[in-house]
């Protein structure tokens, strides 16, 4: 059974920093794109950024380039999310999630999904 576990987030000032770790388990994802989406209350779910397991591509909403880096460690099955420099409008709950092989930002056509970790910006 798949299982994608997020943890990191919490309240912090903005220009301020926090980095998500989403660990990885029940099966192999080396052929699978592992990314991060975040959710704001009343707005649709949206992509932040991913790579494939190899780390050989990284992909990144226009939003968050500049500011948040993706990256992983395969000996430990998992996927983290440094968020720099955040602001107000960065607050969302953050999921992390996994599609094999090819690279989309719609969410829909996401495979596996962690349970979400609320990341709150103040001004």
């Known amino acids: 059974q798949v299982q994608l576990v997020e943890s990191g987030g919490g309240l912090v000032q903005a220009g301020g920093s926090l980095r998500l770790s989403c660990a990885a388990s029940g099966r192999t994802f080396s052929n699978y794109v592992m990314g991060w989406f975040r959710q704001a209350p009343g707005k649709e779910r949206e992509f932040v950024a991913a790579?494939?397991?190899?780390?050989?591509?990284?992909y990144y909403a226009d939003s968050v380039k500049g500011r948040f880096t993706i990256s992983r460690d395969n000996a430990k099955n998992t996927l983290y999310l440094q968020m720099n420099s955040l602001k107000p409008e960065d607050t969302a709950a953050y999921y992390c999630s996994a599609r094999p092989i090819v690279f989309v930002t719609d969410p829909d056509r996401w495979d596996y999904w962690g349970q979400g970790t609320q990341v709150t910006v103040s001004s």
């Open positions: 790579h494939n397991w190899r780390g050989t591509s990284t």
